[in-house]
C-alpha cells in the first residue's frame, strides 16, 4: 500500500514564501503530482515530478527526491487567492497508472 | 478550464436508490478516472477505464461500477446508496500517462 502524509494546515503572509512538504512510502513509484485545490472545486494541476530535482514554473516550484520519499511544493511571492489546499498525490504503475492523494494542506494566507 | 465536463453538479439522492453520474473527456484523452472526495480529504480512487475497459480499480465494493464508451466519455454507476457515498465525485482524464491527468468541475452527491 502507499503511505503519504503532508501537514494538515499551514498558515503564511501575503507576498512571504511557504514549503509544503509531502512524505510517501509506496512501491512502484512512478511520479508526484500537485494539484491545487480551492474550497468546493476540482483540483488544478500544478506540476509531476518523475526525475530528482527542482521544477520551477513561475511563483511555484516542486522538488523530488526519490530516494529520500520526499517532495516540495514552494509557493514565493504568496498572494491572498493561494488560500488553498494543496494535494500531494503520487503515482504508481503496475499496469495501470493509479494516482494516490494525501489528505491535502490547507494553506491560509494572510494580510 | 480543463475541458472535462461533468453532470449534474449537484444530486440529492436517498438510500438505496441507484445514481448515474457522467463525464466527458477531454479531447484526445482516452483514459478516464474516478474519484470519490470526502469532505477534508484528498480524492481517494474508485476506478480508470482505457479504451472502454477498467484498467484498474480501488478499494470500493462492486456497488461502484462503471462504463467507458467509444468516445472515451464515461459513467460512474453507485447501487444501494449509502450516508457515506454523500461526497464530490471527482472524473480526470488523460493520454494513458497521468502526467496530463485534469479533473472535471465534480459532482456533488448527498444522501439522505
Redesign the interface.
Known amino acids: 500500500g502507499q503511505n503519504i502524509d503532508q501537514p494538515t494546515e499551514m498558515t503564511a503572509t501575503e507576498g512571504a514564501i511557504v514549503q509544503i512538504n509531502c512524505t510517501y512510502q509506496t512501491s512502484g513509484f512512478n511520479g508526484l503530482f500537485w494539484y491545487q485545490q480551492h474550497a468546493g472545486e476540482a483540483p488544478t494541476f500544478l506540476s509531476y515530478n518523475v526525475l530528482d530535482g527542482l521544477e520551477e514554473k513561475g511563483r511555484f516550484s516542486s522538488f523530488l527526491s526519490r530516494s529520500k520519499g520526499y517532495s516540495y511544493l514552494l509557493l514565493k511571492e504568496l498572494q491572498m487567492k493561494d488560500s488553498a489546499s494543496y494535494l500531494c498525490a503520487v503515482t504508481e504503475g503496475g499496469g495501470y497508472q493509479k494516482v494516490t492523494f494525501g489528505t491535502g494542506t490547507k494553506l491560509q494566507v494572510i494580510p | 478550464e480543463t475541458g472535462v465536463t461533468q453532470s449534474p453538479t449537484h444530486l440529492i439522492k436517498t438510500r438505496g436508490q441507484q445514481v448515474t453520474l457522467r463525464c466527458s473527456s477531454q479531447s484526445g484523452h482516452n483514459?478516464v478516472?474516478w474519484?470519490q472526495q470526502a469532505l477534508?480529504?484528498?480524492?481517494?480512487?474508485i476506478f480508470?477505464y482505457?479504451r472502454e475497459e477498467e484498467?484498474?480499480r480501488?478499494n470500493f465494493p462492486p456497488r461502484f461500477s462503471g462504463l467507458q464508451f467509444p468516445n472515451y466519455s464515461s459513467e460512474l454507476n453507485v447501487n444501494a446508496l449509502e450516508l457515506d457515498d454523500s461526497a464530490l465525485y471527482?472524473c480526470?482524464s488523460?493520454w494513458?500517462?497521468?502526467?496530463t491527468?485534469?479533473?472535471?468541475?465534480?459532482t456533488r452527491l448527498t444522501v439522505l
Do not use: H, K, V
Not at chain 2, 491527468?101 to 465534480?106: E, I, L, N, R, T
Open positions: 483514459t478516472s474519484y477534508g480529504q484528498g480524492p481517494q480512487f480508470q482505457y484498467n484498474g480501488g471527482l480526470a488523460s494513458r500517462e497521468p502526467d491527468q485534469y479533473f472535471g468541475p465534480g
